[in-house]
């Protein structure tokens, strides 16, 4: 922590007080031109520094320009002409201008009016008012174009922006350290009369007796400055400074620049939306708050001094909003980074002199904790999650001496009572664990929640099946509010809802504040029960089991039996002909045993490494290190994952590619496993696919759960309640569902 305070301490200017009373000004000559020089050479050098990000943004802005003109440029060369049809007052004939050529509004844009107007049948008007209608609709097509950095593509357009983007970077990291601004004002301001004071000619036929001694004065200030600590370190700074801009000014190698962008996604199109100021709209980015808890929480300054990453300004947004309400729910969408949000509130509390921090999170997920935040601040990790005695011993080191402890649900019930701790901000990760009232983990929670001064509980499904439990939820944070929140009362709307929740509860979702984020298309794979997978099905029906009826597609084990297995390794092996990455998960392990023997045998994908199963007795470790093999894997690989395991606490964005054996009887699992892969971070468009039997148990799945889904997106994305109750979210245990598909599947076979 005393970390924090040196590097919150601003550097003070360096005055005339700075320099010895006996300190005496160079005599005009050489020497004193030396100094002259020197204090000239460190001003200009630190203007440069300044200056440098302003410039590389500029050349940033110009080369994403080219890139947007050019998508623009591409899809207007796509547009048929008679697009602009609807644009133009009147009767007005194309068939001159496709007869000319100009079929496209790219080539009117192109040939331009003169042109037009010597196309036999066009009247001068007449091409008057196409030109116009085509401006006006480049201009619509250029409002409407998002810039994505396609790694697939990589046109020199693209590669030019990301070498720009990289010199903006450099430029940026260069003014990291106290503010430069004030030292070089110290020089700068000297430096015409000290240059004076260094001339002879001057100090003996040119100034007068006032101006002589403020020449000398000036000259004797510069001197000091220059040899003081303060003018040491920025020389230091400055050099790595140099060093950095002119790096980042030669040339860079084409594939070391995509494999650089590769490698970090993230940064690149934080700086891409900066440059070109493609920042979320801002209501969306403050989670349609009311507005005075918006003002509150735009005017805290955070300070970002021990975050070594930079921050989304909806990220800061969400910090500041932790920090200033101070107990409450941060729910966004997987992907948006809630991770970082909440290290941003701890570093800013750190900065100002808090010590402790907990962090609670499920076993899977501590040393992804423990690695983000060793990545992105500058405070200390302390795992509290270890065996036996070591845990005790952890628990007192953290106790002494501070940092960040990351901890489990399970072991924090174990946690001395009389451990005390100034907990500055408590973190519950997967917060909706702690849902049921009833269970020790969530009691735990609460009790530690009511001894911490800030509480922050981060979930992306804050609702899951019961929005009765966001209740619980926010009862752990504010018994008031939760008191007050009335979820069987019928008349209480989206409005009354917000207004409500306001004080407790942030979401925002992906589509909201990720401009950069590929698309998500989503394909249901329906094929038909046949043969032996159709025999193992009427059997499981028959049985009145449930679950084996849900995975009696893939009973045969082969490719050959088993439509679902035939089209799964269709999907793979297109995926793997474009060298894409996937991912498939099934709920049961069973059938992930029988996917990788498949992918692996005779009529499987020659060449594609198959990783895993990856399931829920894989150690954290070992889960993290299948996830960092799919990563490196130098082309198309295949993670094979139980949905649960897969879907909490990792982050895939290596994968494009989904498969989903079966469909989840959740709404959320589904989505979170998604959101492992089709997060920020993200450079390809993710293909979802769903592979489902028609006429069974994946059918009627789909038909019961999509009122479960619809329920869910109205509560939980938008934070509104609409005019549901808690029934409307419940379809009922898995037991009942399964039951219900049970008793339908056997009516229709035997009407069939």
Known sequence: MARAAELTRATEPVTAAAKPADARSPRPGKAARAVVADGRAVHDAIEAVLAAPGESREVARRAYEAVRDQVVADALHAMPVDRLRDLIRGKVTFAALIDAGLETVGAVLAAGPEALRRIPGVRRKTARRVMAAAAQTRESVSGATRVRIDPDARTAEQTALIAALRRYERARSALKGPDLSPLAAEIGRRLDPAARGASRGAMLFTLSGRKRREARDALTELDAILSSKPVTTARKRLSRAEAELEKAGKEQRVTRLWNDYLARPVTYNGLLIDVAELGPAREASQGFLPADIVEQVRVLPLDQSLLKTPLRGYQAFGAKFALVQERVILGDEMGLGKTMQSLAAMCHLAAKGATHFLVVCPASVVINWTREVERHTLLEPRRLHLP?????????????????????????????????VPVAMMVVDEAHYAKNPNALRTQAVSEWAARSRRALFLTGTPMEN?????????????????????????????TRFREQVA??????????VLSELPGRLETQEWVALEGAAMRAYRTAVVDGNFMAMRRAAFAPGTVKGSPKLRRLVEIVSEAADGGRKVIVYSYFRDVLETVIEALAGRDGVPGVPVIGPLTGDISPADRQA???????????????????????????????????AEPQLTPTMEEQAIARAHRMGQVRPVDVHRLLCEDSVDQRVLELLAGKREAFDEYARRSDMANASPDAIDNGSAAKLGQAIVAAERTRLKAA
């Open 626 to 660: 299948m996830v960092d093999e799919l990563t490196n894997a130098a082309g198309a690989a295949v993670l094979v994952s139980q949905i649960q395991a897969g879907g909490v606490g990792l982050n895939i964005q290596a994968a494009s590619v989904i498969i989903i």
């Open 503 to 512: 004080p407790v509860y942030l979401r925002r979702n992906q589509e909201d």
């Open 388 to 420: 036996g005695g070591r845990r005790q011993a952890a628990e007192r080191e953290w106790a002494v001496t501070g940092g960040v402890a990351i901890t489990t649900f399970e072991a924090l019930r174990t946690m001395p009572e009389d451990l005390d």
């Open 466 to 494: 019961k929005v009765a439990e966001f209740r619980v939820l926010v009862g752990h944070l504010s018994p008031a509010i939760a008191e007050g929140l009335d979820i069987t009362d019928e008349a209480l709307d989206g």
